[in-house]
T-cell receptor, first 117, second 111 residues
Framework: EADIYQTPRYLVIGTGKKITLECSQT?????MYWYQQDPGMELHLIHY???????EKGDLSSESTVSRIRTEHFPLTLESARPSHTSQYLC????????????????FGAGSRLTVL | DQQVKQNSPSLSVQEGRISILNCDYT??????FLWYKKYPAEGPTFLIS?????DKNEDGRFTVFLNKSAKHLSLHIVPSQPGDSAVYFC??????????FGSGTKLNVKP
């Protein structure tokens, strides 16, 4: 029962193309995140947002940009894709409320696997 | 500097035995910890979490232990099943602001 949706799941494109990875959540979460992960590596935070019109760069430098015009929508854009952008991109959203210890406060989408040729 | 570390890249366990996955952190301000399971080309799936006010949380076959003095977190899976084979990530946050992840441990449960 996915509450956070990412499209496309897989994308293969040529160098220099502009791409947008879509992310939408239906949980009403204020906070949303983009992580980048290469096989066998940790998840690196590249962008985050604490609400509408709020965006910040994460700990890993990225040439991508994000926007947050609506609470539920947090798209990521690459203006000119390069082979070094090949990776898996994971969108997530979180709540401030953990009513009990053990709650899931960070929910991920299924991911977008990008390959740039 | 990596604030959350998983020093074992892989672990192999026999079906029915206990799997113990470990995680260390450096930031004493972390107050919430989570474990995720991930398959290739999929998003991480939440397993279990724990607040820093507790030292243990249990959910079915999964138990998470937190040792704040040692800045150490562990996930116990008992009994282990072949379907548990995946990459496991631990994560930590300060008041749910930004979540920091370890590099993962690949668990292989042999039938």
């Amino acid at each position: 029962e996915a509450d956070i949706y990412q499209t496309p799941r897989y994308l293969v494109i040529g160098t220099g193309k502009k791409i947008t990875l879509e992310c939408s959540q239906t949980m009403g979460h204020d906070k949303m995140y983009w992580y980048q992960q290469d096989p066998g590596m940790e998840l690196h935070l590249i962008h985050y947002s604490y609400g509408v019109n709020s965006t910040e760069k994460g700990d890993l430098s990225s040439e991508s940009t994000v926007s947050r015009i609506r609470t539920e929508h947090f798209p990521l854009t690459l203006e000119s894709a390069r082979p070094s952008h090949t990776s898996q991109y994971l969108c997530a959203s979180s709540t401030d409320r953990a009513l009990v210890s053990g709650a899931n406060v960070l929910t991920f989408g299924a991911g977008s696997r990008l390959t740039v040729l | 500097d990596q604030q959350v570390k998983q020093n074992s890249p892989s672990l192999s366990v026999q079906e029915g035995r206990i799997s113990i996955l470990n995680c260390d952190y450096t930031n004493s301000m972390f107050d919430y910890f989570l474990w995720y399971k991930k398959y290739p080309a999929e998003g991480p799936t939440f397993l279990i979490s724990i607040s820093s006010i507790k030292d243990k949380n249990e959910d079915g076959r999964f138990t998470v232990f937190l040792n704040k003095s040692a800045k150490h977190l562990s996930l116990h899976i008992v009994p282990s099943q072949p379907g548990d084979s995946a990459v496991y990530f631990c994560a930590a946050s300060v008041y749910f602001n930004k979540f920091y992840f370890g590099s993962g441990t690949k668990l292989n449960v042999k039938p």
